[in-house]
């Protein structure tokens, strides 16, 4: 089954305490994309600027990412600059242009209009509630957001929360979602928001899942060079996505190999600056590294 | 097989979010056996004051701690008074008197030589050192240490670590001895100071051990309220070496399940202030959250 998403692309300019890199490409959707696309087809809805290179779409589309949504308009793509801290958990943003993405109308073509599987990386929320409008029957809904929307537009996203089977949150996002300190609080509060499932991102100590089923916790896998953090957590809900989508196992067991999958991609995304390492990344490294996570979390079956 | 530890008892003031709790019994020592006389007995080292109450030396002695080589001393007992802020992995120490514990030079009873599992709570490195003078033929030992020994008196502290078999020290600990601020590379340059084994304590993300068979990471048991966090490492200590003494099994997989021993013995010793919450505790309780520490974390096996 194809996973949709909707969100972000962008051309970013980083500098980590590794080295920099300038005008590389970045945004939700496509990291996104491209790790979903390891997993199963996938259906993009953004929007670009004149100035977007048409090889980065090529490259998508070689890899079985449906670029139809991905619309090119008029003008400059979103542009982000962003600067980390030796503790990388912390960065500044040096500059944004919004671009084309400051009007960014989602248009969802026909033939993404039976998708099942979606994911609505962060934008404005009444933006990821107009997908939805798009949708007759959409499954599971992913969904992501950022502090921006939960301290200027609280209403907006409250509605669209009753709309969402999984929310994938940071865990500041989530304090501030649920006004509570504590993530086992945070999260039973967001839970009677709506979401089914909340995925809480922790950066470096990995991802911690909340349900009626009860809670699993994963570590982020130990490396000894995270080179750029940028886009960590949307690979992380492409591989995710991407892993419920191919597997169409929803179960608690579905769901934790999902999360293991994610975290296996988003740990592959920081070893180089953008998405370079995916670019390279075989199925069988995948595997390898999912077998590694067992490994690093297995209490009894060592 | 029993466990030896030698370090501070105390008398502490704190005050957290929660509440605030005035001259209750803590000290590394003290968390340390209380923990581990779940699992196997004690032989306890330390100097108190005249003013201790000689109730806890009781009770202590009634589940299975061998106080025989905690002295008390003429003058008062180390007194720590500390407030934990909103995030509660920050402290401020209000004010310290150290009391007999400035003359503390642990002196082994003749009964104690035996010992075998033996862990040295965080005092003085030439203390420590001096306590394995004391033991023929020390078998696995443990230690803990702080960033003022690391700062002030790292030769000390760097001979010691040589006759060590497992550092247990925190994340900030193992960058401040290591020089590096990535906890795969911090690890790494400690176990070539000696010790065979690091477990990193990370506070609510839990603890991550690393040896020459690979890496292990647990997550801290997600808990809704975190009343008093002091003694957390210490006690986390305990259950880890009680256990190992217990089972006798230091193999990957044994040491796996003492690391989730002493998670389980952490998880519920900040529940309340002081160690009130383990004098309540029962073999069935700890291995239910043992249990529940397999489904938090089990990928494959749900």
Redesign the interface.
């Given at each position: 089954m194809s996973v949709l998403v909707v969100g972000s692309v962008a051309i970013d300019s980083v500098q980590t305490p590794h080295g920099e890199a300038e005008s590389v490409i970045g945004g939700a959707a496509t990291y996104f994309a491209l790790a979903a696309s390891f997993f199963t087809p996938v259906r993009m809805v953004a929007a670009v600027g004149s100035d977007f290179p048409a090889a980065v779409l090529e490259d998508l589309r070689s890899r079985g990412v449906d670029v139809g949504g991905v619309e090119t308009r008029r003008g400059t793509t979103l542009r982000w600059s962003g600067r980390y801290h030796?503790?990388m958990n912390v960065r500044d943003t040096l500059a944004l242009d919004l671009g084309v993405f400051a009007d960014f109308h989602p248009q969802l073509p026909a033939s993404f209009r039976d998708s099942s599987y979606v994911f609505l990386a962060n934008i404005d929320p009444r933006l990821q509630a107009a997908v939805l409008d798009q949708l007759p029957a959409p499954g599971l809904v992913g969904c992501d957001t950022m502090n921006h929307w939960i301290a200027e537009s609280r209403p907006d996203l409250e509605r669209l929360l009753k709309r969402v089977g999984i929310l994938v949150i940071n865990d500041e996002e989530a304090r501030l979602l649920s006004g509570e300190?504590?993530?086992?609080?945070a999260a039973?509060q967001i839970l009677g928001m709506g979401p089914r499932i909340v995925l809480i991102k922790?950066g470096?100590?990995?991802v911690?899942q909340f349900s009626s089923e009860?809670?699993?916790?994963?570590?982020a896998f130990?490396?000894?060079?995270?080179f750029d953090p940028t886009g960590a957590g949307d690979t992380f809900a492409g591989g995710f996505m991407g892993q419920l989508a191919r597997s169409g196992d929803g179960s608690?067991?579905g769901l934790?190999?999902a999360i293991?999958y994610g975290s296996v991609m988003a740990s592959f995304v920081v070893e180089d600056f953008s998405y370079r390492r995916l670019q390279s990344l075989t199925p069988e490294a995948i595997e390898q590294r999912y077998r590694q996570?067992?490994?690093?979390?297995?209490?009894?079956?060592?």
């Open positions: 030796e503790d300190r504590n993530v086992v609080r039973r922790r470096e100590y990995g911690i009860g809670i699993f916790a994963v570590p130990p490396l000894e060079d995270v608690e067991r934790r190999r293991v996570f067992v490994s690093l979390t297995n209490i009894e079956g060592v």
